[in-house]
């Protein structure tokens, strides 16, 4: 597609249940983030993905939050037994390589706006 | 450890004023990447500009520039003559070469531009 697309744009949900936030990236590139942005604050890096494989998990939370990316395209965040604490935005963002250099600005999409009630 | 501060939590202008946007960032490593993204209403994050640590030139684009300081670890963001579509929040971010790909972003300046 022409840009990062994540779905749904936004999930309540009952405190307990389990949820998966979907990200597609933008065609072709490599290396897919996630991030989560609490409201007035900027956004915290969760993971990372190159291709099919996670390079970095360390922004993750704790052992309820997981995310896999299968064939290197689409990702699947999934956090469960939700708790009130984990709602925000999650946000996911890709980029056509890996690094800092050229071409490897990280666009973002609309994010996954989370409640948990 | 990375650090990105942006002191400045909310400014206010009228429009066509120029206003500029301050970022710091602390880091030890010699080879880094600094980015600004701007948050509209809307809520999307658009990615504005990228730097790398070697190329202290300022840039310009449009009515947008982009002043890198590394004596004062700074990358400060200017709008000459802001206009009401400018207002947003905006985000400074360092990415660390050799380290991933994980951005580390200031808390964010919200910026209103009144008519």
């Known amino acids: 597609g022409a840009g990062v697309s994540q779905s749904p744009r936004y999930k309540v949900t009952k405190r307990g249940q389990d949820v998966a936030l979907r990200c597609d990236p933008i065609?072709?590139?490599?290396?897919l983030y996630w991030y989560r942005q609490a409201l007035g604050q900027g956004p915290e890096f969760l993971t990372y993905?190159?291709?099919?494989?996670?390079?970095?998990k360390s922004g993750l939370p704790n052992d309820r939050f997981s995310a896999e990316r299968p064939e290197g395209s689409i990702s699947t965040l999934t956090i469960q037994r939700t708790e009130q604490r984990d709602s925000a935005m999650y946000r996911c963002?890709?980029?056509?390589?890996?690094?800092?250099?050229?071409?490897?600005?990280?666009?973002f999409g609309q994010g996954t706006r989370l409640t948990v009630v | 450890a990375q650090k990105v501060t942006q002191a400045q939590t909310e400014i206010s202008v009228v429009e066509k004023e120029d206003v500029t946007l301050d970022c710091v960032y602390e880091?030890?490593?010699?080879?880094?990447?600094l980015f600004w993204y701007k948050q509209p209403p809307s809520g999307e994050l658009v990615f504005l500009i990228r730097?790398?640590?070697?190329?202290?030139q300022n840039e310009i684009s449009g009515r947008y520039s982009w002043n890198f300081q590394k004596s004062t670890s700074s990358f400060n963001f200017t709008i000459t003559a802001s206009q009401v579509v400018d207002s947003a929040v905006y985000f400074c971010?360092?990415?660390?070469?050799?380290?991933?790909?994980?951005?580390?972003f200031g808390g964010g300046t919200r910026l209103m531009v009144k008519p």
């Open positions: 963002a890709s980029s056509y390589r890996m690094g800092g250099g050229e071409n490897t600005e990280a666009f």
């Open positions: 065609s072709g590139h490599v290396s």
């Open positions: 993905f190159n291709y099919e494989a996670q390079q970095d």
């Open positions: 880091t030890r490593d010699t080879t880094y990447y």
């Open positions: 730097r790398n640590s070697f190329d202290e």
């Open positions: 971010a360092l990415l660390i070469g050799g380290a991933g790909n994980m951005l580390t």
